[in-house]
């Protein structure tokens, strides 16, 4: 029963992932730790254990939802790469920093972050976008199907910076950096909305394989649930790419927010009094 339950986590949180490029682990990591712990269906798991196994699931949301843009040329691998380069320092520290939570200190953080993320987009479509950025480092020509021209861009030496930040929170949470990377992509460097999705989720893969390699060293990858997480995480990504070429992303970014708010304000209240 945990087998199936686990795999319909992964499915769910591989089309969200990857519909609106945040990875999905902002689904996987609470809800396993509720029917793990809290419905009891395997009250082993720890957060060290959820976060390995998310970080594991990502690497195969990440390359399943790259094969489905790759087809639209949607990825930008140049910025891609650059990306990775910050992030590589930063997942090995966040998964360093890990350790030391015990389970109301992880639930107590997390919530936070979550709430802080849900605040980020919600606001979003308000912030007016910043031109510095653009006009300051290395532009990007782009034209979408329907004609329209994108001019985006970055310092590199900023983006690095940037992306080291986003990868201590990944390799901390196991949450996938595109959670923090799209808003920036999108609101900083000015990027298209689909370009930016599909790019972080390029990220996303090759995070996940340093993040990964981290766990495992750590011990903290539960390799018996990883089956059914990878195969419902790598369906679920292939779905989310899907719709997302098919339509508005709005409403189901509406729908994440209010779910990533609920979610961060039950993890605040167990890491507070349970």
Do not use: C
Request: proline residues 4%; hydrophobic residues 55%; positive net charge.
């Amino acid at each position: 029963m945990e087998y199936f339950l686990l795999a319909i986590i992964a499915l769910s949180s591989g089309i969200v992932g990857s519909l609106v490029g945040l990875g999905g682990g902002v689904i996987l990591i609470p809800a396993t730790l509720f029917i793990g712990i809290n419905l009891g269906f395997f009250p082993e798991i720890t957060p060290q254990k959820v976060v390995g196994l998310s970080v594991v699931m990502m690497i195969f949301t990440g390359l399943s939802s790259t094969l489905s843009y790759m087809k639209n040329k949607q990825v930008d691998f140049k910025s891609g790469f650059i990306f990775f380069i910050g992030s590589i320092p930063g997942t090995m520290f966040g998964a360093w920093l890990n350790k030391g939570l015990d389970l109301p200190s992880f639930n107590l953080f997390f919530g936070l972050f979550l709430v802080f993320l849900s605040i980020l987009l919600f606001v979003r479509d308000k912030l007016k976008p910043i031109q510095w950025f653009v006009q300051h480092g290395k532009q990007t020509n782009f034209t979408d199907k329907e004609g329209k021209k994108f001019v985006y861009g970055y310092p590199i030496w900023f983006a690095i910076l940037f992306t080291f930040v986003v990868g201590t929170v990944s390799g901390l949470f196991g949450i996938g950096g595109g959670s923090l990377l799209v808003p920036a992509m999108v609101l900083l460097f000015l990027f298209p909305p689909h370009v930016a999705v599909a790019t972080s989720m390029f990220m996303v893969f090759l995070s996940s394989i340093v993040n990964s390699a981290s766990h495992i060293y750590l011990g903290n990858v539960p390799w018996i649930y990883t089956i059914p997480v990878i195969i419902g995480a790598y369906i679920g990504a292939k779905v989310g790419a899907g719709l997302n070429k098919r339509m508005q992303s709005k409403t189901i970014v509406f729908v994440l927010q209010i779910v990533m708010l609920l979610i961060g304000i039950r993890s605040i209240i167990d890491g507070l009094f349970n």
